[in-house]
């Protein structure tokens, strides 16, 4: 059978995102797993001596490429790619990595989507309105989809992404949110083998306790829960979020996912419980996309500090669910961490 092929974005020249790529891109287990088309800048590749053996093509030249290649994006100046120090030229081309790997997508030269984490004050600095990576590939494939932390421990949905947290009132509503549960438990349903048992949470302490701290659970997320439910989606809840993450090795037992009101309300629990790997799943495109759940780590950029599990887990998600030609973005199964 034939690997299959994952577009990476290389993200932020200047944060950590080049050098856990070359680190992860080196493990074996990833050697065996797929094989790379990376998206990025030339100068910045050729730091590195294993990018040195890659094809270089354009991306129309793209077709089916058998073996690891660099799709050259950019050739920014020394100064535009100093680790540690990021500047607006390289904010521009970190979009235009994510912007080239969307296009290989869409003509279907890759199998699966890998991003190295962007600067998102960066890219927009650079004068381009970016709110994230889930954002982007919703408007470029009008999917609706779901940011999901899937760790080895529990996975994590968001119901909303990169908002003010002024506006999750307005933003939460009881359409949305049984699309959300729906396109949950659609995705997982493969995977655990049954319809997946979904945790959802309140948005206000102790889920409104009744109406008396906050109405959403009441008005929007109870009556959500409610209609999924008539819908066939095994929806539980409102639950209040400190419960349910005060015992966490008692979720996988009792759940197959929990949707979070909010990203830190998610994300906050998911990194905490595993940062090296849990992966940035997104659910609801018609090609797989992963990424690590870290940002740029500017602080260690460059300094060799930097771990590069988090790629190989978000690289190995990727190939794993483009194996199983998952093309609805399914996650894979619980999994012991494989020997590397
Ligand atoms: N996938 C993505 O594109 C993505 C994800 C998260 C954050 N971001 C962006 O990254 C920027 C910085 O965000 P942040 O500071 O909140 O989070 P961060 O993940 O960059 O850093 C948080 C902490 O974790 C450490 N860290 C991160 N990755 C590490 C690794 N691989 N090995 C060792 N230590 C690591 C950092 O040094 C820091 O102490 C922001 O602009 C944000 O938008 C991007
Ligand atoms: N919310 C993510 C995190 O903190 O890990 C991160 O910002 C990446 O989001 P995108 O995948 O939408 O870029």
Redesign the pocket.
């Known amino acids: 059978m034939s690997l299959p092929l994952v577009g990476i974005s290389l993200?932020?020249v200047s944060?950590?995102g080049p050098e856990?790529t070359a680190g992860a891109l080196a493990r074996p287990a990833v050697r065996r797993a797929l094989i790379p088309v990376v998206f990025g800048d030339g100068p910045t590749l050729e730091r590195f001596p294993l990018f040195r053996r890659y094809a270089r093509v354009e991306l129309a030249a793209l077709g089916r490429v058998e073996s690891p290649t660099v799709v050259e994006v950019t050739r920014l100046n020394e100064a535009e790619r100093v680790p540690g120090k990021p500047s607006r030229v390289g904010g521009r081309a970190q979009f235009a990595f994510i912007t080239r790997a969307i296009e290989a997508m869409r003509e279907g030269h890759v199998d699966a989507l890998c991003?190295?984490?962007?600067?998102?004050?960066?890219i927009s600095r650079a004068g381009i309105p970016f709110m994230?990576?889930t954002e982007v590939l919703a408007e470029a494939f009008g999917a609706d989809v779901l940011m999901m932390m899937d760790g080895p421990r529990v996975r994590i949905a968001l119901a909303t992404n990169h908002v003010p947290l002024s506006s999750l009132s307005s933003l939460l509503t009881v359409e949305k949110l049984v699309a959300q549960l729906k396109l949950l438990s659609r995705s997982l349903e493969p995977v655990v083998g049954r319809k997946p048992r979904i945790a959802v949470l309140g948005l206000n302490p102790h889920a409104g306790e009744g109406g008396l701290l906050g109405r959403e659970e009441v008005e929007v997320i109870g009556p959500a829960i409610r209609r999924a439910r008539a819908a066939k989606v095994d929806a539980h809840g409102p639950l209040p979020a400190d419960g349910l993450f005060a015992r966490p090795d008692d979720i996988a037992g009792r759940y197959d996912a929990v949707l979070a009101m909010y990203h830190d309300q998610g994300l906050i629990p998911a990194k905490a419980l595993d940062?090296?790997r849990t992966v940035?799943v997104t659910l609801g495109l018609p090609v797989p996309r992963t990424?690590?759940?870290?940002?740029?780590?500017?602080?260690?950029a460059g300094k060799g500090?930097?771990?590069?599990?988090?790629?190989v887990e978000a690289l190995l998600k990727a190939a794993q669910l483009a194996a199983v030609g998952s093309r609805g973005a399914r996650p894979g199964p619980r999994r012991p961490s494989p020997r590397r």
């Open positions: 993200g932020d944060g950590i856990v991003t190295a984490p962007v600067s998102k004050e960066q994230g990576h940062f090296e940035n990424s690590p759940d870290h940002g740029t780590a500017y602080a260690i500090e930097a771990s590069c599990v988090p790629m």
